[in-house]
T-cell receptor, first 115, second 118 residues
């Protein structure tokens, strides 16, 4: 039972264009969503997050949109740069029971930004 | 500098030989977690801890043990490793949720431990 789904294993984008990474979730008890970026041989690093009470959060070139009714969020990177090439994980925080603070991750989307 | 430190970074071992992967954080966080990353499966939580002496199973706890005797350390123990535990392991330490809006901040991850069980 996969509660956080990233249905695109990979995405290829031209430098300077927009990258849109998508994530769907099934559990309405999630109260916070995060995006992580991971380079090979490194641990994931936090990129941007959004509370379930918001529908948009922006940080520089990165914007996360949340559509609660559709249980869908997306990460937009504009403009995309070759250094953005990495695996991006969507994660959701549980807000119930004794497991508050724990994150459930999607399978990741590998983004390749071509010069 | 906020850090989560895992050791070792790489480990090759044989089936059945007990091993421990250490994890330490310098942020005085209450929460710590262990994840494993496998191709096509993303990051899956093994165990987590909400405070000293408080631990609980994540989504894939079979074959693993943890302990939390002090706040900064959260070792992952494989009593009898098997080849299906060959994976990339990450320790993470988020700040606890707080604030009226349940504001949550990101988890800090260690660099990873690549374990191979032959």
């Amino acid at each position: 039972d996969q509660q956080v789904k990233q249905n695109s294993p990979s995405l290829s984008v031209q430098e300077g264009r927009i990258s849109i990474l998508n994530c769907d979730y099934t559990n309405s008890m999630f109260d916070y969503f995060l995006w992580y970026k991971k380079y090979p041989a490194e641990g994931p690093t936090f990129l941007i997050s959004i509370s379930s009470i918001k529908d948009k959060n922006e940080d520089g070139r990165f914007t996360v949109f949340l559509n609660k009714s559709a249980k869908h969020l997306s990460l937009h990177i504009v403009p995309s740069q070759p250094g953005d090439s990495a695996v991006y994980f969507c994660a959701a925080k549980r807000n119930y029971g004794g497991s508050q603070g724990n994150l459930i991750f999607g399978k990741g989307t590998k983004l390749s930004v071509k010069p | 500098e906020a850090q989560v430190t895992q050791n070792p970074r790489y480990l090759i071992t044989v089936t059945g030989k007990k091993l421990t992967v250490t994890c330490s954080q310098n942020m005085n966080h209450e929460y710590m977690s262990w994840y494993r990353q496998d191709p096509g499966l993303g990051l899956r939580q093994i165990y987590y801890s909400m405070n000293v002496e408080v631990t609980d199973k994540g989504d894939v706890p079979e074959g693993y043990k943890v302990s939390r005797k002090e706040k900064r350390n959260f070792p992952l123990i494989l009593e009898s490793p098997s080849p299906n535990q060959t994976s990339l392991y990450f320790c993470a330490s988020p700040r606890a949720p707080g604030g009226q809006d349940g504001r949550y901040t990101e988890a800090f991850f260690g660099q990873g431990t690549r374990l191979t069980v032959v």
